[in-house]
C-alpha cells in the first residue's frame, strides 16, 4: 500500500499515515483513465475535467464542433501521465501539509539514548556530548 514517495509522510505517525493514505488514495488519479479519456472524449475536453482543470475543459467544449479539440485531444493523450503524475504530486503535498498543520496527531520525533550515561542526544549526533561515546543509532 506504498503509493506515494515517503517523502510525504516522513515524521508521521501510524496515525497521520494511515490518516494521508486513506484521503490520498480519494484524491489521486489514475494514468490510464487519463490517457483513455483523451484518446476518445478529447474533443469534448473530459481529461480536463479530470484533472480539475476546468477552465480548459469548458474552452475544449465551447469549440468541439470545430475538431480542433480532437487532434489536441490526441496529441495530448501523450502529454497525460505526466500530467496526472504532476496533479497526484500535488493532492500529496497538500494533503501532508494539512494532515501537518492540523496538529491531530503529534509528529513522531526519534529519540536516541547515549548507551553509557542514558542522556538523550540529538537526531544525527555522533557522540554523546556528556560522556563522549558514539551514538547508537536505531536502523530505521
Known sequence: MNYTDPLYTAGMTEHQRAWFYAEYDQARRDEVVGVLL????????????????NGLGVLYLLFSWTGIPAILGFVEAFLMPGRV??????????????????G??????????????????????????RC?????????
Open 38 to 53: 483523451a484518446l476518445f472524449l478529447g474533443t469534448f475536453g473530459l481529461h480536463h475535467f479530470y484533472l480539475r482543470r
Open 85 to 102: 503524475r504532476t496533479y497526484n504530486a500535488m493532492q500529496a503535498t497538500h494533503i501532508s501539509s494539512q494532515i501537518r498543520l492540523s
Open 104 to 129: 491531530a496527531f503529534p509528529l513522531q520525533t526519534a529519540t536516541i539514548l547515549c548507551p553509557s550515561c542514558g542522556s538523550s542526544l540529538a537526531v544525527g549526533a555522533g557522540f554523546c556530548p
Open 132 to 140: 563522549g561515546v558514539a551514538a547508537a543509532h536505531p536502523i530505521v
